[in-house]
């Protein structure tokens, strides 16, 4: 069995008393133990803000560019060994935890690209000056500078690659060190990923600090210039958000939390159509990739009542072409669950499910292996379209995913899909411009990416559930509120704007003007 150590202070720290147990998703056995019980997190904190901070805006964009390069070309050179250990802890198939560790390597090569763009500086002007008096020498011009605390991130257990990667691409780049705290369950992928940064990223010292397992005390020891970017359930976010320290220093929080995406199908399409079969590619993907437990997964599926049959049909016929069992068998297409925890809250929301009165319609629950952390994927039916509330309220972290037939009208769809609360990402599937069109105006409030799916692209998308780092990640209301990614957009958080009023020649020689 390995234990799992946490690198801070600039060396590799095992923690004392009180052990988390990581087990395999596969057959339940126990494979790590971590602790982080007497690890000194105040100092850690401190050598990151006094020694990493520094170090890091002593170098420019392009400089930092170069450590995410490395960064990145350390996961692609890993890439088996990390997919074997994701097997194993998360009971991911090849493909999922590719998923996971080539979005970790692509997000950062896509960052060390951005960074050539930016040049050599180590700020950001922000916008053009601006004339805020009658005098045309006194202006004001905005610029944005890394904060000068650490970014604390703490991460979901479902993408510990990627999670811990897009983050760490974005606040590296602005010039702020980084202090990643994987979910417990699954943080043998991260710490492995840690070594490797730590050994072949050269990265520069206090750059980067890893955390493995409890959390503890760190929010205590927050500072009004660190921040915190979390990633995980709502319940967690709110007790980060209320924290006494973090309300008393005015840290700021980015909220990535769970989200009940959509599929709408517009009542143009015909079934056997283009459009019609990348509808069934998405929502049997989303269903079955991960086993259901991405944040981005379609929860939520509209059918116009008139294309119902057919649709129902189409769906089967893909769903049943998945494989549930062994993640290692090339054969598998449906791996395990991460945790007994997830296996457990699964199996209560489905039979929470049942009880609100929706019904399966596709899937059998007892076609999965006895061992390990299994849940066979399953489609459920209700006809209360935007009253079904336990749909609306509840996301189910698994395969799982439920059918609610509408009218086929713009309004009932939105009515439907706003009443899950604000959300990461809903697609739209129609080729008629004038029904989509309004649709996605009216969805666009609820979230922060939309997909709209047509016969123009059917062949072409990116897809529903991948997170694309030139596009923003996030959503409002139960998705947390929170922005990443976007390109440069994802460094803002980490950066402080600034006002500068002055004389506009001066402020031209010490700051430049905006390309
Ligand atoms: P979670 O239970 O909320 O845990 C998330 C992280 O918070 C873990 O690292 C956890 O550490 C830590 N944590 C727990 N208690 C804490 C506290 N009191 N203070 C500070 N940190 C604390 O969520 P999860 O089960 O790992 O993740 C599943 C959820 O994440 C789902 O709802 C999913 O939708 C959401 N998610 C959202 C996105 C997105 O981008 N929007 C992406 C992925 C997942 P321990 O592991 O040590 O408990």
Redesign the pocket.
């Known amino acids: 069995m390995r234990t799992l150590s946490s690198f801070i202070n600039g060396s590799w720290q095992t923690g004392t008393g009180r052990t988390?147990t990581l087990y395999s998703a596969v057959t339940g056995e126990p494979i790590a133990e971590t602790s982080t019980a007497g690890l000194d997190l105040d100092g850690a904190l401190n050598y990151a803000r006094t020694t990493g901070g520094p170090n890091l805006r002593a170098l420019s964009f392009t400089e930092r560019g170069a450590l995410l390069s490395a960064m990145s070309k350390s996961l692609r050179n890993h890439r088996d060994e990390l997919i074997g250990l994701a097997a194993d802890n998360m009971g991911a198939t090849r493909g999922d935890a590719k998923f996971d560790i080539d979005g970790a390597s692509g997000t950062l090569a896509y960052y060390a690209y951005l960074a050539k763009s930016l040049g050599d500086r180590n700020w950001l002007l922000d916008g053009e000056q601006v004339q805020v008096s009658r005098s045309k020498r006194f202006v004001g011009q905005h610029i944005l500078t890394p904060r000068r605390g650490v970014a604390i991130h703490?991460?979901?257990?479902?993408?510990p690659a990627w999670?811990m990667a897009e983050k760490a691409a974005c606040a590296l780049l602005a010039g702020v060190p980084v202090f990643e705290?994987?979910?417990?369950?699954t943080s043998l992928v991260a710490w492995r990923i840690g070594q490797l940064w730590v050994e072949q990223a050269g990265l520069p010292d206090g750059a980067f600090s890893l955390l493995c397992?409890?959390?503890g005390q760190?929010?205590d020891h927050a500072q009004s210039q660190d921040c915190i970017v979390?990633?995980?359930?709502?319940?967690?976010?709110a007790?980060?958000k209320t924290?006494p320290n973090v309300i008393s220093q005015n840290v700021p929080v980015n909220v990535?939390?769970?989200?009940l995406n959509g599929a709408v199908l517009g009542p143009d399409i015909e079934p056997g159509s283009d459009t019609f079969h990348m509808f069934l590619t998405e929502v049997a993907r989303e269903l079955t990739q991960k086993a259901g437990q991405?944040?981005?997964a379609i929860r939520r599926i509209l059918i116009p009542e008139a294309l119902l049959e057919a649709t129902l049909e189409g769906l089967g016929e893909r769903l049943d072409q998945h494989v549930v069992g062994d993640p290692t068998d090339r054969k598998t297409t449906v791996g395990a669950l991460s945790t007994p925890a997830?296996k457990r809250d699964v199996a209560a929301g489905i039979a929470a499910l049942e009880a609100s009165g929706a019904r399966r319609v596709w899937g059998d629950p007892s076609a999965v292996p006895a061992a390990g952390y299994f849940v066979a994927p399953q489609v459920f039916l209700t006809n209360d379209g935007a009253d079904a509330a336990f749909v609306h309220d509840h996301?189910v972290?698994g395969p799982v995913a439920t059918v609610l037939p509408y009218d086929g009208t713009v309004a009932e769809a939105a009515k439907i899909i706003a009443r899950g609360g604000g959300g990461?990402v809903t697609s739209v599937f129609s080729n008629d411009r004038n029904w989509a069109g309004p649709l996605l105006l009216e969805l666009a409030p609820w979230h922060g990416r939309l997909m709209w799916g047509s016969a123009k692209v059917h062949d072409q998308g990116t897809g529903h559930g991948a997170?694309m780092p030139s596009l923003l990640?996030?959503?409002p209301g139960r998705?947390?509120g929170?922005a990443?990614l976007g390109g440069e957009r994802g460094l803002h958080f980490y950066l402080q704007r600034t006002a500068i009023q002055g004389d506009s020649a001066l402020l031209k020689r010490v700051f430049g003007t905006a390309e």
């Open positions: 988390s703490i991460n979901a257990f479902n993408f999670n705290k994987p979910g417990t369950a397992g409890s959390v760190l929010l979390f990633t995980g359930s709502g319940d967690t976010a007790k980060i924290h990535e939390a769970d989200s991405k944040c981005t997830q996301e972290f990461l997170v990640h996030g959503g998705a947390g929170g990443e």
